[in-house]
């Protein structure tokens, strides 16, 4: 079972940026896919990025597309979530998720790992 844990949430204001990380245990980390996905108060949990195995297969839900950057470094077992020009819709706990395979998905159905989420709190 992989471990993942986020970090690098915080508040910050409009505009501002963060970058989220998720570290993970065991070797096989760069065989997989990855998503970042995050759950507003009284919302459903949304995908937000996913990346495939190798990084060639990227996908951004349309309300961040331009602004959030998914990227992983398979040496470090670490996938990350550049976050730019922060709104206050942006708002949520954000949680990285293991696909079950190499190929990314939006659907949480895809995803056997999941963190323990970071919150992001962007204030107006």
């Known amino acids: 079972q992989v471990q993942l844990v986020e970090s690098g949430g915080g508040l910050v204001q409009a505009g501002a940026s963060l970058r989220l990380s998720c570290a993970a245990s065991?070797?096989?980390?760069?065989?997989?896919?990855m998503g970042w996905f995050r759950q507003a108060p009284g919302k459903e949990r949304e995908a937000v990025a996913t990346i495939n195995w190798v990084a060639g297969s990227i996908w951004y839900a349309d309300s961040v597309k331009g602004r959030f950057t998914i990227f992983r470094d398979n040496a470090k077992n670490t996938v990350y979530l550049q976050m730019n020009a922060l709104k206050p819709e942006d708002t949520a706990v954000y949680y990285c998720?293991?696909?079950?395979?190499?190929?990314?998905?939006?659907?949480?159905?895809?995803?056997?790992?999941w963190g323990q989420g970071t919150q992001v709190t962007v204030s107006s």
């Open positions: 065991g070797r096989t980390f760069g065989s997989y896919a």
């Open positions: 998720a293991k696909g079950s395979s190499a190929w990314s998905a939006r659907s949480e159905a895809a995803y056997d790992s």
